[in-house]
């Protein structure tokens, strides 16, 4: 019975691209998130999202987009990708956005995206 | 820029013994830590915390130390288990600021049997 779920696991793909990674939780929580681990194996968190908010890391390039169809999910769109895109991606979701550090964020399990 | 260090890569631990993991931070404004703990081919799981009121917090075999002066934490597993064996992410929180932690780039635990 998994908590955060995406899908795929593994993606490969050509440079130009356009594809979707999906996120499920089935935790009643208010609030998603995406992180990117990057080949030096920083996590660092691309979106924090509830259904009145969209904090984005002004790092992130326009071309990665959070779409939220309904409170359990969080899909990570990624146009035109390019080879700086390989990395692992994490969805998570936590109780709240601005509540207590002490609500644990918790983890799927990744997606492994592979820009040839 | 990197806010939150962990300087070594890997450790290797007799089971049994002592694990104590480190973790250095630059940001004077972070308030709250935590140690997160991954498995190969899942998500890092939340471990245990720490708010910068405190110097200390245990649960279990776990305990998590707190040097704001030396901008240190460090985490001690005792005793060691072969289950322990897993990457361990230290996280730190810019003062009040929600949800956004700054993760470490992870220290990799081998308990030898």
């Known amino acids: 019975d998994t908590a955060v779920s995406q899908t795929p696991k593994y993606l490969v793909t050509q440079m130009g691209n356009d594809k979707s990674i999906k996120c499920e939780q089935n935790?009643?929580?208010?609030?998603m998130y995406w992180y990117k681990q990057d080949s030096k194996k920083f996590l660092k968190i691309m979106f924090s999202y509830n259904n009145k908010e969209l904090i984005i890391n002004e790092t992130v390039p326009n071309r990665f987009s959070p779409k939220s169809p309904d409170k359990a999910h969080l899909n990570l769109h990624i146009n035109s990708l390019e080879l700086g895109d390989s990395a692992v991606y994490f969805c998570?979701?936590?109780?709240?956005?601005?509540?207590?550090?002490?609500?644990?964020?918790?983890f799927g399990p990744g997606t492994r995206l592979t820009v040839l | 820029d990197q806010q939150v260090k962990q300087n070594s890569p890997s450790l290797s631990v007799q089971e049994g013994r002592i694990s104590i993991l480190n973790c250095d931070y630059t940001n004077s404004m972070f308030d709250y830590f935590l140690w997160y703990k991954k498995y190969p081919a899942e998500g890092p799981t939340f471990l245990i915390s720490?708010?910068?009121?405190?110097d200390k917090n245990e649960d279990g075999r776990f305990t998590v130390f707190l040097n704001k002066s030396a901008k240190h934490l460090s985490l001690h597993i005792v005793p060691s288990q072969p289950g322990d064996s897993a990457v361990y992410f230290c996280a730190a929180r810019p003062d009040n600021y929600g949800q956004n932690f700054v993760f470490g780039p992870g220290t990799r635990l081998s308990v030898l049997p």
């Open positions: 998570a979701s936590s109780q709240s956005l601005w509540g207590r550090a002490s609500d644990t964020q918790y």
């Open positions: 935790l009643g929580h208010d609030t």
């Open positions: 720490i708010s910068s009121i405190k």
